[in-house]
């Protein structure tokens, strides 16, 4: 019962800002907005989150519109270390859950 | 720090055989998750630990599916018997405590193949 909708996959260039959609429309006022990603082989890495303002930390910045239905996720300058699924998550306040969707496959291309 | 350990990273067994995996979390970390993963979708949680007790194992199959973490540190994953679906990477996670913005630090998993 996933939360939220992401495209399934989208290529970028690499050294150019890729710009990772989610809508969450159903979000509710004490759900926070998480971003993972999946590299090959590997668990999922915490990118971000985010309640209602806009947060850049060293991996990635977070813009979650006003009306917080949906967010973006951006990263800066893509890397082909970059490659990996992009999982946007909803998560309520003081709950431990993660329940993750499908993703977005992102390929960085040379 | 070292992360999430997992072991083994790799396991082929056939259908109704048993088969374990071990996890070692992140020193300090009190709270431990078991996570499934079926090719092609997101990690689904199985089971949560808080130190050596079960805060929820609400989609664990339990009648094949058991869990421990004796002594609040290191956890096991047992399946007996293994079915076809069982083919999964199952992922071990910790985190410092359980609260919503606590975050989870992934092992690099363990692929198992039933034939």
């Known amino acids: 019962d996933a939360k939220t909708t992401q495209p399934t996959s989208m290529d970028c260039a690499e050294g150019r800002a890729a710009n990772l959609p989610c809508n969450h429309s159903t979000i509710s006022g004490n759900e926070y907005v998480y971003w993972y990603r999946q590299i090959h082989s590997q668990g999922p890495q915490y990118i971000i989150h985010g309640l209602k303002n806009n947060e850049t930390n060293e991996m990635a910045s977070l813009i979650i519109t006003e009306d917080r239905k949906s967010s973006t996720l951006i990263l800066p300058h893509a890397t082909l270390r970059d490659t990996a699924v992009y999982y946007c998550i909803v998560r309520v306040m003081n709950d431990y859950k993660l329940s993750f969707g499908a993703g977005t496959t992102v390929t960085v291309r040379a | 720090e070292a992360g999430v350990a997992q072991s083994p990273r790799y396991k082929i067994i056939e259908k109704r055989q048993s088969v374990a995996f071990w996890c070692n979390p992140i020193?300090?970390?009190?709270?431990l998750y078991w996570y499934q993963q079926i090719l092609g979708q997101g990690p689904k949680l199985l089971i949560q630990f808080q130190n050596n007790g079960v805060v929820d194992d609400s989609q664990l199959p339990k009648d094949r599916f058991s869990a421990e973490r004796l002594k609040g540190v290191d956890s096991t994953l047992k399946i007996q018997p293994a079915k076809l679906e069982d083919s999964a990477v199952y992922l071990c996670?910790?985190?410092?405590?359980?609260?919503?913005?606590?975050?989870?630090?992934f092992g690099p998993g363990t692929r198992l193949t039933v034939l």
């Open positions: 996670a910790s985190s410092q405590s359980f609260t919503s913005t606590d975050t989870q630090y």
């Open positions: 020193s300090g970390h009190a709270t």
